[in-house]
């Protein structure tokens, strides 16, 4: 081989060796890991998921924290006696044992998750009485039905009129209310031709609509203001409905989102706080309730300070069923009232009416009017009579609207009263 060959065979050996020295460096380098401590991102109070959920622990008492803390900063001594090397230095299975830079982890007492309650499903509440309607059957048959017949038959005699004011005093409108009605009815219908029962029940529709004062603020005054809960008081005497009404209330408010408490202030019948009780754990909510015979108005102290504590939307207090003719006992539900106004509004009292009372009920109403300023009015049990027309009465009367009607004894039987859809159902 010509010595120029062998020189030149031998630069290019030499090329090639100091190509693959370089690129070896060059990679060596890019494999080293970079050990620069990296930013930390400022952390929030808890955990936070990148779905951007918020996962804080619930606050700790205050020895809790103080324990928590001290783990935290106090550094793990690891004596050179206790490890496995003998020279400062790692060890093989030094780290799986006792990792070097870790902190020791205290114990924390966590509470154990409330046992899940079974919180029911609840009906909505918008157009419930449209769908309730057939629970007036009895009034609409009473009423409803044979309004319409006499009206519809075209010219009354007085006789016929005669048989339209009693059908509306015997369906409990009451004297003043039938009387206006009927003349209403009378002028409006002379000379406006109405010959059907079709034509009858627009124009009666229209005359009983605007008896029930449609323009009345019939909205419930549930919902928290000033940092505080709103305070609702439901009262009225024994079995009209009071506890079932304030259960079923209870699921209204819950299913719009809210959170409410009970406060059981009946303390004179001992079944009536287990009865609240059971309507609150139905739909999550806390019940306040004090001893058997116990003083109703520190009950409704109590209740008011959990709920405003707790920071709930209501507080619905339940009080007890009292006869009007016990004078001691009317006082006291003024002093439930003064007692709860010591830290909050009261927002709404409601007095529940038995419509199956009649002209009882009314007088009821009176007496609770004079003691307390009642701001709504729930009529139950619409569901068991033929006597509807108590709520023109009841209203009347009272210059207070009747804000929630009960239809019955299922769960979801409360309705707002909206007075086209009440005098659609008496009328359809
Ligand atoms: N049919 C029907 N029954 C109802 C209605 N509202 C309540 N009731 C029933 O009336 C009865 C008495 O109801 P309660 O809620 O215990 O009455 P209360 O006023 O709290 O009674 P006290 O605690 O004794 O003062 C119960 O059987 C209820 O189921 C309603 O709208 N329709």
Redesign the pocket.
């Known amino acids: 081989m010509p010595t120029s060959s062998l020189v030149l065979i031998l630069v290019v050996v030499a090329v090639v060796l100091i190509a693959a020295l370089v690129t070896g460096v060059v990679l060596t380098r890019r494999r080293r890991i970079s050990l620069t401590q990296k930013e930390e991102a400022p952390r929030p109070g808890g955990y936070q998921a990148s779905s951007g959920i918020s996962l804080t622990p619930a606050a700790p008492d205050a020895t809790e924290a103080e324990a928590v803390a001290v783990a935290e900063v106090v550094p793990v001594e690891h004596p050179v006696a206790d490890r496995t090397e003998v020279d400062g230095q790692p060890g093989v299975g030094d780290d799986a044992s006792v990792p070097r830079d870790s902190v020791k982890r205290g114990f924390v007492e966590v509470d154990l998750p409330v046992e899940a309650s079974e919180v029911e499903e609840i009906e909505p509440t918008s157009g419930r009485l449209e769908r309730l309607r057939g629970k007036l059957s009895k009034s609409r048959n009473a009423f409803g039905t044979s309004l319409l017949g006499l009206l519809g038959a075209g010219d009354l005699d007085e006789d016929s009129w005669q048989d339209v004011e009693d059908t509306l005093l015997i369906a409990d409108l009451g004297a003043a209310t039938t009387t206006e009605i009927v003349d209403t009815l009378r002028s409006k219908l002379a000379g406006s031709g109405v010959r059907t029962e079709a034509e009858a029940q627009t124009l009666l529709r229209g005359v009983l609509i605007d008896a029930l004062g449609p323009k009345m603020d019939r909205s419930l005054k549930a919902l928290p203001h000033a940092g505080k809960p709103a305070v609702l008081l439901v009262v ?1 005497v ?8 304030t259960g079923k209330l209870a699921r209204v408010l819950v299913a719009d989102g809210r959170t409410v408490l009970l406060g059981a202030a ?1 303390t004179f ?1 001992a079944a ?1 706080a287990d ?1 609240l009780e059971t309507w609150g754990k139905r739909v999550g909510a806390e019940t306040v309730r004090g001893p058997e015979g116990g003083d109703p108005a520190s009950v409704a102290f109590e209740s008011v300070k959990r709920g405003v504590d707790a920071g709930v939307d209501t507080v619905l207090i ?1 009080t ?2 009292r006869l009007h003719t016990k004078v001691g006992l009317m006082d006291e539900l003024g002093k439930v009232k003064r007692v709860v106004e010591k830290q909050a509004v009261v927002d709404e009292v409601l007095l ?1 009416l038995d419509a199956t009372t009649g002209q009882n009920g009314l007088t009821q109403a009176r007496v609770f009017a004079e003691q307390v300023d009642i701001t709504g009015i729930v009529l ?5 009579t033929a006597k509807g027309g108590i709520v023109f009465q009841v209203q009347r009367e009272l210059g207070v609207p009747v804000k929630l009607v ?4 299922g769960a979801d ?1 409360l309705a707002p009263f909206e007075p086209g859809a009440f005098v659609d159902a008496l009328l359809g």
């Open positions: 009225g024994n079995g009209v409905g009071k506890t079932t009404t009946d019948r009536a009865q339940d007890a069923g529940v139950t049990k619409l569901d068991g009960g239809l019955g004894e039987h």
